[in-house]
C-alpha cells in the first residue's frame, strides 16, 4: 500500500509542475562523392505461343548475356539473375467478346554491378547484341556507401545540435 501511495503523491505533485520546455530542431548533413560503381539492371523478355520456347527463348538470351559480362570482367558475385515471370499473354476479341489467349510472356531479369566505369557503355551494347531487351538506366553509386551515410548523419547531428544550441542562447534557456 505504501508504494502505491507514494506513487500516487508523485503523479499528483508532477501535475502541478509546468510543463517541462523543449526545443526542436532538424539538422541537414550531406556528403559528396564520385561513384566508383555502377549497377545495371535488364531483362530479356520473349513471347511465343508455347510456354517452354518462351522460357527457352530468354535463358539462351541470358546465358549469352552472362557470358558476356564475365569476358568483360564481371565476377560472379557481382552478377545476380533477379527472377523469372511467366504469365499468359491475352488480347481481346471483339467479335467473340472474350480474350484470347495468344502466348506466354517469359521474362528474366538480370542485376549486375560494374566496378569499372569505363566499361559501363560495353556492358550496355553487349547486352542488347546478347538480346536483352530492358535496360533501365544504370544506378551509379558508391562502395563506401555505408560509411558515407554515417558522416552525413554525423553532419546533419552535428547541424542540429548548432540550431538547437543558437535558440538556446537567443531565448536565454
Given amino acids: ?49 508455347d510456354l517452354k520456347t518462351a522460357e527457352s527463348q530468354v535463358n539462351a538470351i541470358v546465358r549469352s548475356y552472362l557470358a558476356e559480362a564475365k569476358a568483360l ?12 515471370s511467366l504469365n499468359p499473354e491475352y488480347v481481346w476479341d471483339d467479335k467473340l467478346h472474350q480474350q484470347k489467349l495468344i502466348g506466354y510472356r517469359a521474362r528474366r531479369t538480370i542485376e549486375v554491378v560494374v566496378t569499372d566505369l569505363d566499361k559501363l ?5 553487349r547486352a ?3 538480346g536483352v531487351n530492358h535496360v533501365s538506366p544504370p544506378q551509379l553509386e558508391s562502395s563506401r556507401s555505408d560509411e558515407l551515410q ?24
Fill in 1 to 49: 500500500l505504501l508504494p502505491a501511495l507514494l506513487f500516487a503523491s508523485a503523479a499528483a505533485s508532477a501535475a502541478d509542475a509546468p510543463p517541462p520546455r523543449l526545443v526542436a530542431v532538424s539538422g541537414q548533413g550531406e556528403v559528396s562523392v564520385a561513384p566508383d560503381r555502377a549497377r545495371l539492371s535488364l531483362a530479356a523478355d520473349a513471347l511465343n505461343p
Fill in 73 to 84: 570482367g564481371a565476377k560472379d558475385e557481382q552478377i545476380s539473375t533477379a527472377g523469372i
Fill in 121 to 125: 557503355g560495353d556492358y550496355v551494347l
Fill in 128 to 130: 542488347t547484341k546478347a
Fill in 150 to 173: 554515417r558522416q552525413a548523419l554525423a553532419k546533419a547531428a552535428q547541424d542540429a545540435q548548432a540550431r538547437a544550441k543558437l535558440l538556446a542562447d537567443t531565448l536565454g534557456v
